[in-house]
């Protein structure tokens, strides 16, 4: 290519091109309409995807290359079908007619491809998780999308979740407890056990699949699909006694499948413990079982008395603490990214979609209320500075916040105000979504433009940072959207990666925060960012779906 062949004449039009775009970027659409700029962001990311690793699951925005996770190197969709829902949302609600009709070929694109194409019937190992939210969830959200903005052929979607679903059915059956084990053979249905951690299950793995399978029964009238997903929460609550002083409704990360019994001791609401917290609320927004909302808030009540902290900085930033051995063990101070969807899941918590403004004067607006959302507040900001004091304007994948414990060491980076410290091996960024989550449940729930104008400065961070520029020999340029190896350190390194919910989740939950119709008392997102709607309690009467077991 003579891009290659005459490298200087190559590095003067990039940098030249590089430094057009900059100027612009400060009068960009996103100053004035940061939805078009984010559609744009979008397809650019998407364009380069579909044009150089279409239909892979693994893609290296870089390299141009991807390959497929299975070992039988078939393909599992995970890029594409997280993908489609974000487009039929931002088609239903661009008003640009160019994007618009973009965004109508691609969603056409990736639907002939899911209806031809994908096959589940592969000799594969897979997670039963992540195939749940990405896959599953994916399927069935595009279906409701498809329903509900008349665009596609819903009937595709349906059909291959149902397919889906029912390769992972058997999961739930092949253990003695009914919690299933990690993974599952898509061909031959058989469930296995963790290959690390003795075996164990990750708890927040297993009880992180009720929303989807909830919704199929929903749809199809199937009720087998509810009743296996909801076993595993009777062995869990019994076996452990989880309300109980020695756990309190705060859980190990790990459970053994077979017992039902908590292995080891580690608590925390990162990775392996957050999603259960959050699947406790979005079950009871969901589907009205009163349970799940009692069992959240006991949770929370405990996460407050437990390990919620202040750091010692000057900002004095809150945040949730780790316990390494269990209850009466010390508080960690280390902080994953993956904690920030807190702020978003407590202001649910203390609301149930309504805005803060029509419930602040309501007998029912308790003092608990208030202090769930108090915490949403305080946990929220928390996660903006993990993006305002750091030098690309990017949060890095885990912090430390100042305090006894752990004490800092002289190589970790420390921020602005003394608040918190990073590490040298947690300085990546993979375009995660969770503070961009929190912050648009936070606007749409309190109307406080401070979150919006947090959210355009983080967009634009990501469109500075994590974008991927190549001239090709026409002097068009190729643009691309990639994780970050270090955001300490400006120009940043590119990594070689797109993770799916860059698309599914960090991008729509942009889209959705600039968004004037999002009636959150309406709809509930999975933890993957896809969007169900709130069941409706006269079907949920004629399908006789209720909740098959209790305390």
């Known amino acids: 290519m003579r891009w290659i062949t005459k490298p200087i004449i190559s590095v003067i039009v990039a940098i030249f091109a590089y430094q057009l775009r900059s100027r612009y970027l400060k009068d960009t659409p996103s100053l004035n309409d940061p939805k078009v700029a984010i559609e744009e962001t979008f397809l650019e990311s998407w364009i380069d995807y579909r044009s150089n690793g279409w239909g892979y699951d693994v893609y290296g925005p870089i390299s141009k290359k991807g390959k497929n996770m299975g070992r039988s190197g078939d393909p599992l969709g995970w890029i594409i079908v997280d993908s489609v829902d974000t487009m039929m949302i931002m088609h239903n609600k661009t008003t640009d007619e160019a994007h618009r009709e973009q965004f109508s070929k691609e969603i056409n694109l990736a639907e002939v491809w899911i209806r031809d194409?994908?096959?589940?019937?592969?000799?594969?190992?897979?997670?039963?998780?992540?195939?749940?939210?990405?896959?599953?969830?994916?399927?069935?959200?595009?279906?409701?999308?498809?329903?509900?903005?008349?665009?596609?052929?819903?009937?595709?979607?349906?059909?291959?979740?149902?397919?889906?679903?029912?390769?992972?059915?058997?999961t739930f059956l092949q253990s003695p407890t009914g919690i299933p084990y990690s993974s599952v053979n898509l061909a031959s249905g058989e469930a296995i056990k963790n290959h690390v951690d003795n075996g164990a299950s990750s708890t927040a793995e297993f009880t992180t699949l009720q929303m989807e399978f909830k919704y199929l029964s929903y749809v199809?009238?199937?009720?087998?699909?509810?009743?296996?997903?909801?076993?595993?929460?009777?062995?869990?609550?019994?076996?452990?006694n989880l309300l109980g002083p020695h756990h309190q409704g705060l859980i190990p990360i790990f459970t053994n499948p077979d017992t039902g019994v908590f292995q080891g001791s580690v608590i925390r609401f990162g990775s392996r413990g957050d999603s259960f917290y959050e699947y406790l609320l979005k079950q009871y927004l969901l589907t009205g079982e009163k349970i799940y909302r009692n069992l959240y808030y006991k949770s929370m009540s405990s996460m407050q008395k437990h390990l919620l902290r202040q750091s010692n900085g000057k900002l004095r930033l809150m945040y949730i603490g780790e316990k390494d051995y269990g209850l009466n063990g010390?508080?960690?101070?280390?902080?994953?990214?993956?904690?920030?969807?807190?702020?978003?899941?407590?202001?649910?918590?203390?609301?149930?979609?309504?805005?803060?403004?029509?419930?602040?004067?309501?007998?029912?607006?308790?003092?608990?209320?208030?202090?769930?959302?108090?915490?949403?507040?305080?946990?929220?900001?928390?996660?903006?500075?993990?993006?305002?004091?750091?030098?690309?304007?990017?949060?890095?994948?885990?912090?430390?916040?100042?305090?006894?414990?752990?004490?800092?060491?002289?190589?970790?980076?420390?921020?602005?105000s003394e608040d918190y410290f990073v590490k040298p091996l947690d300085a990546h960024n993979i375009q995660r979504p969770e503070?961009?989550?929190?912050?648009?449940?936070?606007y749409h729930l309190s109307g406080n433009e401070q979150y919006r104008n947090w959210g355009l400065k983080i967009f634009n961070s990501?469109?500075?940072?994590?974008?991927?520029?190549?001239?090709?020999?026409?002097?068009?340029?190729?643009?691309?959207?990639?994780?970050?190896?270090?955001?300490?350190?400006?120009?940043?390194?590119?990594?070689?990666?797109?993770?799916?919910?860059?698309?599914?989740?960090t991008l729509k939950y942009l889209y959705l925060l600039f968004d004037d119709d999002v009636d959150l008392s309406k709809?509930?997102?999975?933890?993957?960012?896809?969007?169900?709607?709130?069941?409706?309690?006269?079907?949920?009467?004629?399908?006789?779906?209720?909740?098959?077991?209790?305390?």
């Open 117 to 170: 194409t994908l096959n589940y019937n592969i000799d594969s190992e897979v997670n039963l998780f992540e195939t749940t939210i990405r896959m599953l969830g994916g399927l069935l959200s595009a279906y409701y999308c498809s329903e509900t903005y008349l665009i596609g052929n819903s009937t595709v979607y349906l059909d291959k979740a149902i397919d889906l679903a029912d390769r992972l059915v058997p």
């Open 220 to 240: 199809t009238g199937n009720s087998t699909y509810w009743k296996l997903s909801e076993r595993v929460y009777e062995p869990l609550y019994k076996n452990n």
């Open 330 to 416: 010390p508080t960690s101070s280390k902080f994953d990214h993956l904690v920030c969807f807190m702020g978003g899941l407590l202001a649910m918590g203390a609301t149930g979609g309504t805005p803060y403004s029509e419930l602040a004067s309501d007998s029912e607006w308790t003092a608990n209320h208030k202090s769930e959302w108090k915490v949403a507040e305080g946990l929220t900001r928390t996660c903006y500075e993990m993006y305002n004091q750091i030098p690309s304007g990017l949060s890095p994948e885990i912090v430390v916040f100042n305090s006894n414990y752990p004490v800092a060491e002289e190589s970790w980076w420390k921020s602005k």
């Open 435 to 442: 503070t961009v989550e929190s912050l648009m449940f936070m």
């Open 462 to 505: 990501f469109v500075e940072n994590t974008k991927v520029i190549k001239v090709a020999d026409s002097g068009e340029e190729k643009i691309a959207y990639t994780s970050l190896r270090n955001v300490l350190k400006v120009p940043t390194r590119k990594a070689d990666n797109l993770e799916s919910f860059w698309l599914a989740e």
């Open 523 to 551: 709809i509930v997102f999975n933890t993957e960012a896809h969007p169900f709607p709130v069941f409706d309690q006269s079907r949920l009467n004629e399908l006789n779906l209720t909740t098959g077991w209790k305390l």
